[in-house]
């Protein structure tokens, strides 16, 4: 249990520790600054999340790459793809499925540190939709849209890598959603410039 706490926290501090969105370069003298990219980097950034949950015979595990091209220093523009894989036992037959999806998105820097974000996101659940006498149930599988909107806030940790937590919000809420209504989409994770 520490260590899973470790795991938590250790993000979370480099997200809370100040910071001016600037790093010094200590052999050259030079300051890294998010908004003027120096000819040598890339428009280029990638990163993502994974999630994992696990409860009461319930197993989450999603992996969410995504790829970003900075339009201009404030504007990017990009996409994610989404797997996860769930197995709850608290029914019988265990049930085990996929999940998997992708979307696009798009962000503006506010600042260097805070970014508004707005993704439209059509991702593939399978879901038990009925149950029968002898205790086993039938499954469907449904694409749902969404539109996410909301900000996020990033912390340089080097020249290249970034750590980031995201809140976005659901403003389409399709009938067919996993999710309650305007419950917020929260992720944190890593990205990279190259």
Not at 46 to 68: A, D, K, T
Not at 86 to 97: G, K, L, V
Not at 132 to 139: C, E, K, M, S, V
């Amino acid at each position: 249990m520490k260590k899973l706490l470790l795991l938590i926290i250790l993000p979370l501090s480099f997200l809370l520790a100040e910071g001016t969105g600037e790093i010094l370069d200590k052999e050259t003298k030079t300051i890294y600054n998010p908004f003027k990219p120096s000819s040598a980097q890339s428009k280029v950034y990638y990163g993502g999340n994974v999630g994992f949950r696990f409860w009461n015979n319930y197993f989450y595990l999603g992996v969410y790459p995504l790829v970003g091209y900075k339009v201009t220093p404030k504007f990017s523009v990009g996409g994610k793809l989404g797997y996860a894989y769930i197995s709850d036992s608290r029914y019988d037959p265990t049930f085990n499925t996929s999940n998997y999806g992708g979307s696009i998105f798009t962000r503006y820097r506010v600042v260097p540190q805070f970014y508004l974000h707005g993704e439209f996101m059509y991702f593939s659940y399978e879901r038990i939709n009925s149950f029968n006498a002898n205790n086993t149930y039938n499954t469907e599988r449904v694409w749902v849209p969404f539109i996410l909107l909301g900000g996020g806030f990033s912390q340089m940790v080097s020249p290249n890598v970034w750590v980031f937590v995201e809140v976005l919000f659901d403003v389409l809420q399709d009938s067919n959603s996993p999710y309650k209504n305007w419950d917020p989409f929260v992720s944190f994770g890593v990205g990279a410039g190259f």
